[in-house]
C-alpha cells in the first residue's frame, strides 16, 4: 500500500458583514482552509487539513511541492517512517519551521483515514480508544467583542443547545473585556465553565490587570494572552493568580511543547491536530503531557475534517479534556465541505464517528466551486 498522490487544496469562502467576529486578532472577512488528499496504489484515498497559517495558498503549494516529493512511494500505513522522512529532509534541517509543521498534518493526518478504511476500524479504535462522551465547550471564531447583551444573547442561544461550557473572546481591554464576563457569569449563573482566550492581544499590563476579576468570576483558563514565544511574559503571568494559562495551538511538535512543559507557566495543553505534525505526534504530546499529569485540551482548526479527527484523538488517550466545538454562524467547512463531524448530545458532550478512518465524506465540487481566496482573514 504505497503513496501514489498527494494533493492539497486551498479553499476560502467570504464571511459576510452580519457573520463577522472581532477577536483579539482582528475582524473576520473570510473563513480559510487546506484540504490534503492523498491517495494510495490500491485506490483507497485519505483526506486530512492543514491549518491554512493565514497563508492557504502557500502552505497548500508546500504539500503540493516539496512534501509530496518526499512521501511519494513510502508505505502509506507507515505513518511514523513518513512523519521521520519529513522531520529528517525538511522539518529538522531547516529549522523547527511552522508552515513544514503544518503542511505535513494534513499529510499525517490523511494517511490515519486511509489506515482506518484499510482495516475497516474508526481511527479512535485504530488509535487504542474506546467510544465515550467527550465534554465539549462552545468555540470557533464565535463569542467575540460585542456589546455585553449581545454576548450574553449568543452564549445563551449554545447554553440551550445543550453546551455546559463556553469560550469567550477577550484581548479588547480589561475593562471591557471583565465586564462582558461578569455579564455572562450573571446571566447564565454559577454552573457555567466560562472560558477565555486573548488571541495574543495582551500586554504583560493588561494581563496583571484582568487576571484577579478573571479569577473572581471564575474562569476556568486564560488562553494566549501572548504570543507562543513569549516565555517570559507567561512565566511572570503565571504568578499572579490561580487562573490556568492555556496554549498550544501556535506551538509545533513536541520539541517545543517539552519547553512549554518544563517552563511550568502553561498548564493547560492545546495541540491543535492540523498544526503541530498530525495525529502522530499529537500522540507524541498527550504522552508527553501524561507523565507530567498535564491535560490536553486541543484547539480545533477550520474543517469537519480537523474535528473528527480531534474527537477520534480525544477518545484515545488518557489525559484528554474539552473538544472545542465550532459555533461560528456560517461555518461552509464544518456544514458543507464534508458531512456533520458530530452531534452534541444533552449533557455537552460529543462521541467519535463510528465510519472508519476519519469517518466523514468530503465534497469535491465545493473544493473546486470555492478557490482560495487571496489577502488575510483577519482585518
Same mark, same amino acid.
Given at each position: 500500500?504505497?503513496?501514489?498522490?498527494?494533493?492539497?487544496?486551498?479553499?476560502?469562502?467570504?464571511?459576510?458583514p452580519?457573520?463577522?467576529?472581532?477577536?483579539?486578532?482582528?475582524?473576520?472577512?473570510?473563513?480559510?482552509?487546506?484540504?490534503?488528499?492523498?491517495?494510495?496504489?490500491?485506490?483507497?484515498?485519505?483526506?486530512g487539513?492543514?491549518?491554512?497559517?493565514?497563508?492557504?495558498?502557500?502552505?497548500?503549494?508546500?504539500?503540493?511541492?516539496?512534501?509530496?516529493?518526499?512521501?511519494?512511494?513510502?508505505?502509506?500505513?507507515?505513518?511514523?517512517?513518513?512523519?521521520?522522512?519529513?522531520?529528517?529532509?525538511?522539518?529538522?534541517?531547516?529549522?523547527?519551521?511552522?508552515?513544514?509543521?503544518?503542511?505535513?498534518?494534513?499529510?499525517d493526518?490523511?494517511?490515519?483515514?486511509?489506515?482506518?478504511?484499510?482495516?475497516?476500524?474508526?481511527?479512535?479504535?485504530?488509535?487504542?480508544?474506546?467510544?465515550?462522551?467527550?465534554?465539549?465547550?462552545?468555540?470557533?471564531?464565535?463569542?467575540?467583542?460585542? $456589546? =455585553?447583551?449581545?454576548l450574553? &444573547?449568543?452564549a445563551?442561544?449554545?447554553? /440551550? @443547545?445543550?453546551?455546559?461550557? #463556553?469560550? *469567550?473572546?477577550?484581548g479588547?481591554?480589561?475593562?471591557?473585556?471583565?465586564?462582558?464576563?461578569?455579564?455572562?457569569?450573571?446571566?447564565l449563573?454559577?454552573?457555567?465553565?466560562?472560558?477565555?482566550d486573548?488571541?495574543?492581544?495582551?500586554?504583560?499590563?493588561?494581563?496583571r490587570?484582568?487576571?484577579?476579576?478573571?479569577?473572581?468570576?471564575?474562569?476556568?483558563?486564560?488562553? $494566549? =494572552?501572548?504570543?507562543?514565544? &513569549?516565555?517570559?511574559?507567561?512565566?511572570? /503571568? @503565571?504568578t499572579?493568580?490561580? #487562573?490556568? *494559562?492555556?496554549?498550544g495551538?501556535?506551538?509545533y511538535?513536541r520539541?517545543?511543547?517539552?519547553?512549554?512543559?518544563?517552563?511550568?507557566?502553561?498548564?493547560?495543553?492545546?495541540?491543535d491536530l492540523?498544526?503541530?505534525?498530525?495525529?502522530?505526534?499529537?500522540?507524541?504530546?498527550?504522552a508527553?503531557?501524561?507523565?507530567?499529569?498535564?491535560?490536553?485540551?486541543?484547539?480545533?482548526?477550520?474543517?469537519?475534517?480537523?474535528?473528527?479527527a480531534?474527537?477520534?484523538?480525544? @477518545?484515545?488517550?488518557?489525559n484528554?479534556?474539552?473538544?472545542?466545538?465550532?459555533?461560528?454562524?456560517?461555518?461552509?467547512?464544518?456544514?458543507a465541505l464534508?458531512?456533520?463531524?458530530?452531534?452534541?448530545?444533552?449533557d455537552?458532550?460529543?462521541?467519535?464517528?463510528?465510519?472508519?478512518?476519519?469517518g466523514?465524506?468530503?465534497?469535491?465540487?465545493?473544493?473546486?466551486?470555492?478557490?482560495?481566496?487571496?489577502?488575510?482573514?483577519?482585518?
Amino acid at each position: 500500500m504505497k503513496i501514489a498522490d498527494v494533493r492539497a487544496y486551498p479553499t476560502s469562502f467570504p464571511v459576510p458583514p452580519e457573520a463577522s467576529v472581532v477577536l483579539g486578532i482582528g475582524r473576520t472577512v473570510k473563513r480559510d482552509a487546506v484540504v490534503v488528499r492523498v491517495t494510495t496504489d490500491g485506490g483507497l484515498v485519505g483526506w486530512g487539513e492543514s491549518h491554512h497559517g493565514r497563508a492557504p495558498g502557500a502552505v497548500a503549494h508546500l504539500v503540493n511541492t516539496t512534501l509530496r516529493q518526499l512521501v511519494l512511494g513510502l508505505d502509506a500505513a507507515d505513518v511514523v517512517g513518513v512523519w521521520a522522512r519529513i522531520y529528517r529532509m525538511q522539518l529538522g534541517s531547516h529549522g523547527m519551521g511552522a508552515g513544514t509543521s503544518i503542511a505535513m498534518s494534513g499529510i499525517d493526518m490523511a494517511l490515519w483515514d486511509i489506515r482506518g478504511k484499510a482495516t475497516g476500524w474508526p481511527l479512535y479504535r485504530l488509535l487504542g480508544g474506546s467510544s465515550r462522551p467527550i465534554p465539549a465547550y462552545a468555540g470557533g471564531v464565535s463569542l467575540g467583542w460585542q $456589546e =455585553p447583551a449581545a454576548l450574553v &444573547d449568543e452564549a445563551r442561544v449554545h447554553v /440551550a @443547545a445543550g453546551f455546559r461550557a #463556553v469560550k *469567550l473572546r477577550l484581548g479588547d481591554t480589561p475593562a471591557r473585556d471583565l465586564e462582558r464576563v461578569a455579564a455572562v457569569r450573571q446571566a447564565l449563573g454559577p454552573d457555567l465553565v466560562i472560558l477565555t482566550d486573548a488571541n495574543t492581544g495582551y500586554s504583560l499590563q493588561d494581563a496583571r490587570t484582568a487576571l484577579p476579576g478573571l479569577e473572581a468570576h471564575g474562569v476556568g483558563w486564560l488562553e $494566549e =494572552p501572548f504570543p507562543a514565544h &513569549d516565555h517570559r511574559s507567561y512565566a511572570l /503571568a @503565571a504568578t499572579w493568580s490561580r #487562573v490556568p *494559562l492555556a496554549a498550544g495551538e501556535n506551538h509545533y511538535t513536541r520539541f517545543e511543547f517539552t519547553r512549554v512543559i518544563e517552563d511550568r507557566a502553561i498548564t493547560i495543553l492545546q495541540p491543535d491536530l492540523a498544526k503541530t505534525g498530525g495525529i502522530t505526534e499529537g500522540l507524541r504530546i498527550a504522552a508527553l503531557a501524561g507523565a507530567w499529569k498535564l491535560p490536553i485540551h486541543p484547539h480545533t482548526s477550520m474543517t469537519g475534517l480537523s474535528m473528527a479527527a480531534t474527537i477520534h484523538f480525544l @477518545a484515545a488517550v488518557d489525559n484528554g479534556g474539552y473538544f472545542e466545538a465550532d459555533v461560528s454562524r456560517g461555518n461552509l467547512f464544518r456544514d458543507a465541505l464534508t458531512s456533520p463531524p458530530y452531534r452534541l448530545d444533552a449533557d455537552g458532550c460529543v462521541a467519535p464517528l463510528e465510519a472508519p478512518g476519519l469517518g466523514v465524506e468530503v465534497d469535491e465540487e465545493f473544493l473546486a466551486k470555492h478557490p482560495v481566496i487571496e489577502g488575510p482573514s483577519y482585518v
